[in-house]
């Protein structure tokens, strides 16, 4: 499969638990890489360097729009193009557990502005330079949650069937232009490796128990799909949202 050598690819949320290994991936690829966070993705940033990638940090807010302006200004100067984003960046790990009547209204509207308005900032920030090239792949890093439903997380499980939406009604007006979006769906990936504190055994647990392949997903068994949705051997799929679940939903 053709690689992502030289590829420019913005990488939303570079500094969490899924970004950081999409991170090292995507270095190991040779790509170009614009490391996206609330704060400099430090440790990040000098993994990808080590690996011998060119990388440059940014910081922003993807639900501000002066920010994600600038953040594809800056890849743009360093890089002189826009190949990929990965809309990554999410409020997840912070989300409360509450049954939907007691989601208290502020949190219900962050996680919006986070999840929906931040890919579509992004999107709308990288597409004046990707519809100049007549080219672009845009991923969305959607969750398995709205497939299933999960209950607690009302908040979080109805911005991810968003996202779904947005990479629909994206695809369809960007198409045209040479850039495909799509959505690449993990299922839950605990954040500390074999370490779980309660909360993320009694997750993993249940949701071992619903796949075909019954183990824990790691971080990088969703990196197969990030190469294809990202480089030209998918240049004719677009809207499309990819279960990457072990089979515990089948879509
Ligand atoms: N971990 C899972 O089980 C799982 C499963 C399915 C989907 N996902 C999705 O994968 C993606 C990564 O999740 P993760 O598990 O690595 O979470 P994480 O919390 O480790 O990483 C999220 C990153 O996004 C950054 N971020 C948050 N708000 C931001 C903002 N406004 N602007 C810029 N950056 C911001 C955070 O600082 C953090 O570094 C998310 O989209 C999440 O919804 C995660």
């Not at 995507?26 to 890489?33: D, G, I, N, S, V």
């Not at 490391?35 to 639900?63: K, W, Y």
């Not at 997380?153 to 779904?164: D, E």
Request: glycine content about 10%.
């Amino acid at each position: 499969m053709p690689g992502l050598q030289d590829k420019v690819v913005i990488l939303t949320g570079a500094g969490g638990s899924i970004g950081g290994a999409m991170a090292e991936f995507l270095a190991a690829e040779k790509a170009r890489l614009v490391l996206v966070d609330l704060h400099e993705p430090v440790e990040v940033l000098d993994c990808v360097r080590q690996n011998g990638s060119e990388a440059i940090a940014v910081v922003a807010d993807v639900s501000d729009p002066a920010s994600t302006d600038e953040m594809a200004r800056q890849a743009v100067s360093s890089f002189g193009r826009i190949d990929g984003l990965i809309n990554n960046a999410a409020y997840y790990r912070s989300a409360s557990q509450s049954r939907f009547d007691e989601i208290d209204v502020e949190e219900w509207d962050r996680c919006f502005q986070v999840n929906v308005r931040g890919a579509w900032l992004c999107a709308r920030a990288v597409f004046a330079q990707m519809r100049a090239q007549s080219s672009g792949k845009i991923v969305n890093i959607g969750s398995n949650t709205p497939y299933k439903g999960v209950g607690g997380l009302a908040h979080y499980v109805a911005s991810k069937a968003a996202v779904i939406g947005l990479t629909r009604a994206l695809a369809r007006e960007a198409g045209e232009f040479g850039i495909c979006v799509n959505a690449l769906c993990p299922d839950f990936i605990p954040h500390d490796g074999g370490d779980l504190d309660e909360r993320q055994g009694e997750m993993n647990r249940r949701v071992l128990s619903q796949r075909c392949l019954p183990r824990t997903q790691q971080a990088q068994d969703i990196t197969g799909v990030l190469r294809l949705l990202l480089g030209p051997d998918s240049d004719f799929v677009t809207g499309q949202s990819i279960l990457v679940n072990g089979g515990a939903y089948f879509h």
